[in-house]
């Protein structure tokens, strides 16, 4: 079956350093989206990516955050210069547009410290 | 923004029993998904709710989405050890393939041996 994979699936780093966080989407699925679910709590909406650009963003992805589609398999979730609060799992998902449902990877746990 | 209220917040039962949990919104959504939650793990799917009024199962899992697009439960049969995890509904919204999914609060399931 199909899946999303992230890597890595732990990452610790430091307070203000830049992480970058790789997803590869199952591979004719047309649409990405970043969720992040911050330790105990929901899973919430980060951004959603379509034809090289972002589509919907929450209030939550402010200007430390961005996304890329580096090639044509990978999608990346980039922290500028992380903050204690970003400590969350990070999850990727894909979907093909059609009305069927995203699949969700496994995650990556960001601490950062 | 959306809000989705999930209850109870955890639930502690014997193997066996039957549960019941719901969720409750402020918006209209075109979807209701359930998903369960393993430690560690990604979200992934259950069941999903397309039509107010459905009524779904999924082995011993049934759900149902609301007649005003605004609420939804879960029940599952005959509960088993590996049905402990965490349970999240999740409303969808859906626009021209862009997909967004506003969780639930989660519910947390125990069952003691």
């Known amino acids: 079956e199909p899946e999303v994979t992230q890597t890595p699936s732990h990452q610790v780093t430091q307070m203000g350093q830049e992480v970058i966080l790789r997803c590869v989407p199952i591979?004719?699925?047309?649409?990405f989206y970043w969720y992040r679910q911050i330790l105990g709590q929901k899973v919430e909406f980060l951004v959603s990516f379509y034809n090289n650009e972002i589509s919907e963003k929450s209030e939550i992805f402010d200007d430390q955050f961005s996304v890329e589609r580096p090639d044509g398999s990978n999608f990346t979730l980039k922290i500028r210069s992380t903050k204690l609060e970003d400590s969350a799992m990070y999850f990727c998902a894909s979907s093909t547009g059609a009305e069927i449902e995203a699949f969700f990877g496994q995650g990556t746990r960001l601490t950062v410290v | 923004g959306q809000q989705l209220n999930q209850s109870p917040q955890s639930m502690f039962i014997q193997e066996g029993e039957d549960v019941s949990m719901n969720c409750t919104s402020s918006?209209?959504?075109?979807?209701w998904l359930w998903y369960k939650q393993d430690p560690g793990e990604g979200p992934v799917l259950l069941i999903a709710l397309y039509k107010a009024g459905e009524l779904t199962s999924n082995g011993r899992l049934t759900a149902q989405f609301g007649i005003t697009r605004k609420d939804s439960f879960l029940n599952i049969s005959a509960s088993i050890p590996s049905d402990v995890g965490i349970y999240f509904c999740a409303g969808r919204t859906y626009n021209f393939g862009n997909e967004k999914l506003t969780f639930g609060t989660g519910t947390r399931l125990t069952i003691i041996p």
């Open positions: 918006s209209i959504f075109n979807t």
């Open positions: 591979s004719n699925h047309l649409y």
